[in-house]
């Protein structure tokens, strides 16, 4: 009996290519391949190879795959970039994602590498990946400046895309102050005082972290009413404030910890003051976001933490008084959610 050929499996076979096409992508912004090309006509690819100091041979092929995955154009005078790698691939653009690109390349591709270690084992794979684990992650990412450097350059990447979304889920413009618990860079923190001018911030975040802000900051916003704190939010005092914010904080840890960390800023937060925070939310089933649960596998690797969906955040903040719990999915990076203490 003849049996006709099976359809072609296209998901399947797109999803072995996966990889490849990351790689690609990685290596052309660690060569800079987009900086390059930015506000250029179509360069020849000898001219591409020379100025990024690699072989001719390899950079062509790197482009012509890059050209084909719809990163650059290619014509017969040469390649250049497209609206899409000059808004997003070039390192210093607004939006520029090159940060986050960076520290998939050094930091996750490593440990993804790992991903059969951290599923059997279910637990992060930082010794297997870089020889060490210290016994907090961010002691890893800190203990070298040029970690630390990349890893901010990451969230900060991350942190511009989502923060205008972030900032306006909700109308928060009847609270006067916020504290952004673990923020970084202050990315989300210049953004708020954009968009609620009445609204002053502070950035808490840990000693190290505070130490290396002045990057980022950006321009012409220097007196912009943004202050920068440090501290342990699991152990020292948290500054006073109506709203208290984490984003992309509560993944990184287990329930133990995110009680710690959510009774000590119940302990501190007045009725009608309210907790925001900003998440991958999950759908209660787990399983219609890829993107969400691949960054919860994403969290395996390297965390202690993992994505959760509404109703399991709306379970936590409960039980530390937090009430009337809104989620709101933004069609960003990052959903929001926000409660009131009662
Ligand atoms: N909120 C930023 C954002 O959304 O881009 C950064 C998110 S990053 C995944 C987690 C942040 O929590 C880091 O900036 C880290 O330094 C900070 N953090 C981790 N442990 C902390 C602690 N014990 N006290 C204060 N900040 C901490």
């Given at each position: 009996?003849?049996?006709?050929?099976?359809?072609?499996p296209s998901k399947i076979l797109e999803l072995m290519d996966g990889f490849r096409a990351s790689k690609a992508l990685f290596v052309a912004s660690k060569l800079k391949i987009f900086d390059h090309l930015k506000d250029k006509g179509p360069t020849k690819a000898v001219d591409i190879a020379n100025y990024v100091g690699a072989s001719v041979c390899g950079?062509?092929?790197l482009l012509d795959a890059c050209a084909s995955l719809g990163l650059l154009e290619k014509?017969?005078?040469?390649y250049s970039n497209t609206d899409s790698a000059n808004t997003y691939l070039t390192s210093d653009g607004k939006y520029s994602l090159h940060g986050?690109?960076?520290h998939s390349n050094d930091h996750l591709?490593?440990?993804?590498?790992n991903l059969e270690f951290a599923v059997k084992e279910g637990s992060r794979q930082n010794h297997r990946a870089f020889g060490k684990k210290a016994d907090d992650l961010f002691k890893d990412y800190y203990h070298r400046q040029e970690v630390k450097q990349r890893f901010m350059a990451a969230m900060h990447s991350i942190a511009r895309l989502t923060a205008?979304?972030?900032a306006t889920a909700f109308d928060l413009s009847q609270f006067k102050s916020a504290c952004d618990l673990g923020g970084c860079t202050g990315a989300l923190a210049y953004e708020l005082v954009q968009v609620y001018p009445n609204l002053k911030v502070t950035v808490f975040d840990l000693p190290e972290v505070i130490a290396n802000t002045s990057y980022f900051q950006p321009s012409g916003q220097h007196t912009a009413p943004v202050t920068f704190v440090s501290g342990d939010f699991f152990k020292d005092n948290l500054p006073e404030?109506?709203?208290?914010?984490?984003s992309r904080v509560l993944h990184d840890w287990p329930d133990e910890k995110i009680h710690v960390l959510l009774?000590?800023?119940?302990?501190?937060?007045?009725?009608?003051?309210?907790?925001?925070l900003a998440e991958m939310v999950l759908d209660d089933e787990k399983k219609n976001r890829s993107t969400a649960l691949l960054q919860s596998l994403n969290m395996l690797v390297q965390t202690e933490g993992k994505e959760r969906s509404g109703s399991e955040y709306q379970a936590l903040l409960e039980q530390h008084g937090f009430k009337n719990v809104k989620i709101r999915i933004t069609g960003n990076l990052l959903d929001v959610i926000l409660c009131v203490k009662t």
């Amino acid at each position: 009996v003849s049996q006709s050929a099976p359809k072609l499996p296209s998901k399947i076979l797109e999803l072995m290519d996966g990889f490849r096409a990351s790689k690609a992508l990685f290596v052309a912004s660690k060569l800079k391949i987009f900086d390059h090309l930015k506000d250029k006509g179509p360069t020849k690819a000898v001219d591409i190879a020379n100025y990024v100091g690699a072989s001719v041979c390899g950079t062509e092929r790197l482009l012509d795959a890059c050209a084909s995955l719809g990163l650059l154009e290619k014509t017969p005078q040469g390649y250049s970039n497209t609206d899409s790698a000059n808004t997003y691939l070039t390192s210093d653009g607004k939006y520029s994602l090159h940060g986050y690109i960076i520290h998939s390349n050094d930091h996750l591709w490593p440990l993804f590498t790992n991903l059969e270690f951290a599923v059997k084992e279910g637990s992060r794979q930082n010794h297997r990946a870089f020889g060490k684990k210290a016994d907090d992650l961010f002691k890893d990412y800190y203990h070298r400046q040029e970690v630390k450097q990349r890893f901010m350059a990451a969230m900060h990447s991350i942190a511009r895309l989502t923060a205008r979304d972030v900032a306006t889920a909700f109308d928060l413009s009847q609270f006067k102050s916020a504290c952004d618990l673990g923020g970084c860079t202050g990315a989300l923190a210049y953004e708020l005082v954009q968009v609620y001018p009445n609204l002053k911030v502070t950035v808490f975040d840990l000693p190290e972290v505070i130490a290396n802000t002045s990057y980022f900051q950006p321009s012409g916003q220097h007196t912009a009413p943004v202050t920068f704190v440090s501290g342990d939010f699991f152990k020292d005092n948290l500054p006073e404030a109506d709203l208290y914010i984490l984003s992309r904080v509560l993944h990184d840890w287990p329930d133990e910890k995110i009680h710690v960390l959510l009774s000590k800023i119940s302990a501190v937060c007045k009725p009608g003051c309210a907790v925001l925070l900003a998440e991958m939310v999950l759908d209660d089933e787990k399983k219609n976001r890829s993107t969400a649960l691949l960054q919860s596998l994403n969290m395996l690797v390297q965390t202690e933490g993992k994505e959760r969906s509404g109703s399991e955040y709306q379970a936590l903040l409960e039980q530390h008084g937090f009430k009337n719990v809104k989620i709101r999915i933004t069609g960003n990076l990052l959903d929001v959610i926000l409660c009131v203490k009662t």
